[in-house]
Structure formats: C-alpha cells, structure tokens
C-alpha cells in the first residue's frame, strides 16, 4: 500500500509541475524506498542533519526539481547568478523581496564545516557523521575520525595529536580516501564514537566512490533529480541529505526541502495558509514555490532566515 500510494504521489507531482519544469525526472523507484523509510523510521536510520538551529524533518515527500537540461548548470556560487536569483525573487514575489531587503546577512549557501576544495565524497562523509547530532558533538566526533585516518596538512603539528584540548580542528587534516575507509572494519570504526549504522553508512559512501559508481564528474554532470536518485539509493541518505548536498556543495538553483519543518512553517507563514501535522502537503509546497522558479534554492535560504523570526503568536 505504501509503495503504490508513492507511486501515485510521484506521478501527481510530475502532473502538476510539468508546464513550469519541463525537465523534471522523478525517481519513482528511490521514492517508494525513502517513503518507507520516513514512514517507519529505524534506530540510526533517521535522515537529519543540523545546518541551522531551525532545521528539521518532517513525513512529507521531498520535492526535487531538475534545472534546465544544460551542463554546465548554473551555480549559486557564481556572483551573477546570485544577483539575477535576488533580481528573480524580488519581482516575482514582492513580499519576499521586502524581507530580502530588511534582512542583513547576505545569502551564502555554505556550511561551516565544509572547506574550499572539498570533494563531493567528503561532503556526504561529513553529512553521514553530522546526523542527529548536535553541531558540537558531530566536530568531534569528525576531528576523532580525522586524528585516527586522516593525515596532518602540516606534519609540524603531529606532537600536538595526543594532547587532549590541542588547538587542532578538521580543517587541518587531510581527509582518507574512500579506498582508505572502505577497507575499515566497522568495528574499528566505532571506536572513535560512529554507532555501528553510521559507519556502515559511511563505508558505503566510500565504496561508492571507490569503485566509481560516483565521482565529482558524474554528480556535477546529472540533473537535480538523477542526483537525488543516485544518492538516496545509497543506504544512509535520505532525500533531505540529498537536497541539503545539491544546495550546498553543488550549489544548484532549484531546490525545495519539502522535509524540513522551518521552511514548511516558513511558507505556509510566508504565503498566509494553515500550518499543521498532515499540512502543508508536498503538492502544495511546490505549488505556492513555483513562484520561485527557477531560484527556489536562495529562496529556501530565507525561509530558514523567516523561521527564526515567526512568534508562536503570530
């Protein structure tokens, strides 16, 4: 019953924004195992990372929309694209752009613990140890895993490795390869505090990598959905991670966390319908979105902005 009501839902949602995104591709098969994932949640299982203090999950399905079918694609990370997703924001939706305007940070998509040169493999490493922990615990769970299998940048620094409380942090080693961690014993791997799911999770992430089913060319080559697809297919991540990675380390345009709780709250304040449990549905998160394309990626980001401004009264 699960699988054929995804199904349904799959194809509904393709229904509905074909006529504004003539390249989107669903992964109907990944969709029916992630909806029985989130539905019945294991122990280590749960699909959450802490990018922000308001992210969160939710049980509806994620929407995952395809940029134009063009590579190389646009990236967030361009300063022109950028500004023509404010441009974009601003005159399609002019209650957003007020808040753009009045809000002061400027919007970089980046997460703290990602570096300059990061691969797509040590990104979703990164992702499969920062689940369900606080920002905190997850660093140092990271710099444990980094002391053990990682290599110092500046060998100068190795007396400083069995000092507790050393002034060292991730960003000053260099991270194992997926050939290094494939080979791991998970037991092993435990030892420097991953439960024993997380690193499966994270020997499968190597393997991946390792035997080239992924690389940073073929991820940067797919569309939005065939990412989403190769990746939730991978024991681990779920479709949040999956849109948290397009958004963030391949800076797509057009992504829509329809999981994540702060924006679901966000928009249904931002657009003036009813919050609740069962609402707002996937279908009608990409319908009030549609009015984003194709920048609903920077439009998310302030939505995670709007989230920590919404009273319980208001």
């Known amino acids: 019953m699960t699988t054929r009501r995804s199904a349904r839902l799959v194809a509904k949602t393709a229904e509905t924004t074909a006529a504004a995104l003539p390249a989107l591709k669903v992964a109907t098969k990944a969709s029916k195992v992630t909806k029985e994932r989130i539905r019945k949640p294991k122990a280590g299982k749960s699909d959450v990372v802490a ?9 509806t399905t994620v929407a995952v929309a395809a940029v134009p079918a063009s590579f190389p694609f646009p990236s967030l990370s361009t300063p022109q694209v950028m500004e023509d997703a404010l441009r974009h924001l ?23 613990r990602d570096q300059d ?62 050939e290094q961690v494939a080979a791991i014993d998970t037991e ?26 992924l690389s940073d060319e073929k991820l940067a080559r797919m569309s939005d959905s ?29 992504i829509l966390p329809t999981l994540d709780l702060a924006v679901r709250k966000a928009m249904c304040h931002h657009f003036g319908v009813p919050f609740g449990k069962k609402t707002p549905t996937h279908e009608h998160m990409v319908e009030m979105g549609q009015i984003w394309e194709p920048y609903r990626s920077v439009a998310t980001w302030y939505m995670w902005k709007l989230s920590g401004t919404i009273t319980q009264k208001s």
């Not at 957003?96 to 997460?111: H, M, P, R, W, Y």
Request: net charge positive.
């Open 51 to 59: 990018i922000s203090s308001t992210a969160s999950t939710s049980t």
């Open 90 to 112: 601003k005159s399609a939706d002019p209650k957003l752009g007020k808040f753009i305007d009045k809000t002061a940070e400027q919007c970089v998509l980046s997460l703290d």
């Open 117 to 178: 040169g990061h691969t797509s493999y040590i990104s979703l490493s990164q992702s499969i140890i920062y689940q369900q922990l606080a920002g905190k615990a997850a660093a140092a769970i990271l710099l444990r895993f980094l002391k053990q299998y990682g290599r110092l940048k500046d060998e100068s620094k190795a007396e400083l490795l069995p000092v507790d409380g050393a002034n060292l942090d991730s960003g000053d080693f260099v991270f194992p390869t997926p």
């Open 188 to 213: 092993e791997l435990k030892n420097v505090g991953l439960g024993q799911r997380k690193a499966e999770y994270l020997k499968e992430v190597a393997r991946k990598f390792n035997d080239g089913t």
């Open 226 to 254: 065939e990412v989403a697809a190769a990746l939730v297919a991978i024991r681990g991540i779920g479709p949040w991670t999956a849109d948290m990675f397009l958004m963030f380390h391949l800076k797509r345009t057009n």
